[in-house]
């Protein structure tokens, strides 16, 4: 199969994370006589320095002639004072509207080696944390008019039928394929915008009877994901809530640097990123973990090219490697050994079959 990817570095940690995940990708291709080439996309605080510009058109042309985007993160101090229109994350959100990316997905699954390093109780740990989050990514508060006059600030929320009806369908789809359980998560006792997103998910839950629908109001759920992962399968939520939540989620897994994610529309063109930012904190020092990079990059192998079995090689080997006890800084744990990003990535390449 020859597959043409865009790739996108970014800022900070990104470069770092993305060369292990490129390197992934090579040796699978290698392994499986596949053939993935890559164009470099400039975007985020990179892209301002270069074109004062966080992704300009020429930038976000290489990602939709792509087959798919890996994305590592932008975004940094150095570019905190820049005016709205000219911020690192003004990329993601053009970039994520451009490819028409409405459904984001993210997975909070807690690695049985890494049971240690949730900052939950052993007791609830134990039940069992395997849920995913589909995010509306394309619309609601982050994308209405945003405008600040006389001392007043306005963010707009506005949803559509049709943009709660197919980002529903994909959460319906995606519980049927899993456990067959869909909570449905909004503000209704509050929100316009959320008593119309709960009508639309009842109506089409009569399309799904395979499927149980269930409805919780966000700060509910914000206590049940700490109190009770274990309750649930899929949850279905707009924009802001799923950005809030998803970051939750991912905490009581571990690390922030162990979660993937992928980025979906119409098209098999996907955007695949893991779900952190750009940790300027920890850059250049070769310590973040690049797992959640590459393991976006498996979930581009499966989602969006179709190749189960080369995705299913780089998690086994990714679980290969915490068995073997390697650990990056973020997750290293007693008795265990710390490596650094490059070398996390080496043992992985080490793994894979
Ligand atoms: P962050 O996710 O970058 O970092 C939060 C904490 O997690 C930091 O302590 C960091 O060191 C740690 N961390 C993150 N990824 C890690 C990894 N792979 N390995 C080990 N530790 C990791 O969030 P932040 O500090 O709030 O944001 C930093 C910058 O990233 C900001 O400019 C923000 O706007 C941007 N950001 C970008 C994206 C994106 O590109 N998709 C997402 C979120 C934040």
């Known amino acids: 199969m020859n597959k043409h990817i865009a790739v996108i570095r ?31 996309v400039d975007m985020g605080g990179c892209a301002i320095d270069k074109y004062g510009d966080p992704l300009p058109d020429h930038e976000l042309e290489k990602c ?6 890996l994305l590592g993160a932008v975004g940094g101090d150095k570019w905190n004072s820049f005016p709205g229109h000219l911020r690192p994350e003004k990329g993601l959100l053009r970039l994520r509207a451009g490819m028409g990316v409405y459904s984001n997905n993210r997975p909070a699954k807690i690695w049985r ?8 109780k052993a007791s609830i740990v134990a039940q069992g944390i395997d849920f ?13 008019a945003h405008q600040t006059e006389n001392g007043v600030a306005t963010d707009v929320l506005q949803y559509s039928e049709a943009e709660i009806e197919r980002i529903g369908r994909i959460g319906f789809e995606t519980a049927r394929k899993r456990r067959g359980k869909l909570c449905s998560v909004e503000k209704s006792n509050v929100l316009d915008s959320s008593r119309l997103w709960k009508t639309v998910m009842h109506r089409l839950a009569a399309e799904y009877p395979d499927v149980t629908l269930s409805d919780m109001l966000v700060d509910n759920c914000a206590m049940q994901i700490v109190k009770n992962p274990a309750q649930f399968d899929v949850i279905v939520t707009e924009n802001m809530f799923g950005d809030i939540l998803s970051d939750e989620a991912s905490m009581i897994t571990g690390s922030i640097g162990m979660i993937p994610s ?5 098209s098999s063109c996907g955007l695949y990123e893991p779900i952190h930012g750009s940790a300027p904190d920890i850059a250049g020092k070769d310590i ?4 959640g990079t590459i393991l976006s990059a ?3 192998l499966r989602y969006s090219f179709d190749l189960p ?3 299913d090689a780089i998690e086994n080997a990714v679980s290969a490697v915490l068995d073997a006890g390697y650990r990056t800084a973020d997750i290293m744990s007693q008795g265990m050994i710390q490596i650094g990003c490059k070398e996390c990535g080496e043992q992985i390449l080490r793994h894979l079959q």
């Not at 973040?288 to 797992?291: E, F, G, T």
Request: aromatic share 6%.
């Open 10 to 40: 970014g800022d900070g940690i990104g470069p770092e994370i993305v060369e292990q995940a490129l390197a992934v990708l090579d040796k699978i291709a290698a392994l499986y006589g596949h053939t993935f080439t890559y164009t470099s």
């Open 64 to 69: 939709l002639a792509s087959d798919s985007v």
């Open 113 to 120: 080696q890494l049971a240690d390093a949730s900052p939950l």
């Open 132 to 144: 995913i989050i589909v995010r509306e990514l394309i619309g609601g508060i982050y994308f209405g």
């Open 262 to 266: 992928s980025s979906l529309g119409q």
């Open 288 to 291: 973040a973990n690049p797992i």
């Open 298 to 300: 498996a979930m581009m």
């Open 309 to 311: 079995k080369e995705a």
